[in-house]
């Protein structure tokens, strides 16, 4: 048994500090480029509703952040570049190398699940019109589907797809929401181009900067947060510079269950004040849908691709996060100038002030200076909700 062991709660306030939202990590000015490197990844989704997902992250750490601010913090003077982790995420620059295990693996596999007519011809073809005319969308290299179903791509997006996950490109921003491609060598810095780690060093590299966002986490939550095998990481913790410690009320039926931790973040306790926001689904802080449940204790499930009459908190329920606690949820939707809650689920009364301070913020936030909750549940809580929206 590890010589340390933390309570549950010192976990759970771990887990906030170190994903940005206990205190402030970001210095008093907050930078959307140290919420990235902080967190190592922020993913990318399509769905946008009060904005897309990697502009609500930073939004949830440092309050209202300005949306162009967000993008060019990404993308200019590539400070960052987008690829396969957790899912699609915008990753810090200076992660590249960590990377050249899963962009081998692609090689070694040899095709997409999309089969090109003739690979080398295409792949010659959509590298050429780069090299020769800067970067370019799959859109402008001809065509980014057939005529067909979303998923019928046409020959170059494929090509640049495939180029895209092996390395010989890079994703270098999103214009539209269509990805930006560029000759990796070109787009990443040298220094970096130039480090070719094995997939041990990978591996052990990835598993410490999993370790450092969350800061105590089991084998599978390190898996997790980079899609990694449970088998990988395990091999990579000797290296790692993570320490084990023991959880009590992690293991099953409420027991003690082994973790590992960040040395830092077990130095540097949790201190500040605690966010009270929305979050995005797709947030780090929650997208492992078991350990939020475990943490937080936090039963969450995003309805978007769930029959409209079978879901339970809405389209796009974005949890509430109050005095270090997920509290309720919130759907939000926008008419104009409102801010429409289509539903706010909260776990008590003393919550209201909570959601009404979280849904006035993001109001502000995206431009709109009303907010108006449709439906509440419990339905005892409307009346001082809509009266707490009310106020000043």
Known sequence: ????????????????????????????????????????????????????????????????????????????HTHAFEYWSHAACVLPIDSWPSYAFRRRAFVERGHRWHKMADKDRSCAEVLARLRAEGPMTATELGGAKKDGPWWDWSESKIAIEWLLDTGVVVCTERRGWKRVYDLAERAVPAGLLAQELDDA??????????????????????????????????????????????????????????????????????????????????????WDRARTERVFGFAHRLEAYVPKNKRVHGYFAMPLLAGGRLVGRVDPAREGRTLVARQVSLAGAKHVPAAAKALREAAEWVGCTH???????????????ATALAAD
């Not at 170190?18 to 990844?41: E, F, K, M, N």
């Not at 990318?44 to 952040?65: C, F, Q």
């Open 201 to 286: 060093a990978c591996l052990r590299e990835l598993t410490a900067r999993a370790g450092a966002a969350l800061g105590v986490a089991t084998v599978k939550d390190l898996a997790d947060y980079q899609r990694l095998t449970a088998t990988q990481v395990r091999s990579a913790l000797p290296g790692s510079g993570l320490v084990e410690v023991a959880v009590a009320g992690w293991g099953k039926e409420g027991g003690t269950a082994v973790a590992w931790a960040d040395p830092a973040a077990l130095v540097e306790r949790p201190r500040g004040r605690h966010r009270t926001t929305l979050l995005s689904p797709f947030d780090s802080l929650v």
């Open 1 to 76: 048994m590890p010589e340390l062991t933390l309570t549950a709660d010192e976990a759970r306030r771990i887990f906030l500090h170190t994903q940005g939202l206990i205190g402030s990590p970001y210095g008093r000015r907050g930078d959307p480029r140290a919420v990235l490197r902080h967190l190592g990844a922020v993913q990318l989704d399509t769905i946008s509703v009060l904005a897309r997902s990697h502009e609500l992250v930073p939004y949830a750490r440092l309050g209202a952040v300005g949306r162009a601010t967000v993008e060019s913090a990404y993308w200019q």
């Open 371 to 385: 907010v108006r909750a449709e439906r509440v549940s419990p339905g005892e809580l409307a009346p001082p909700l």
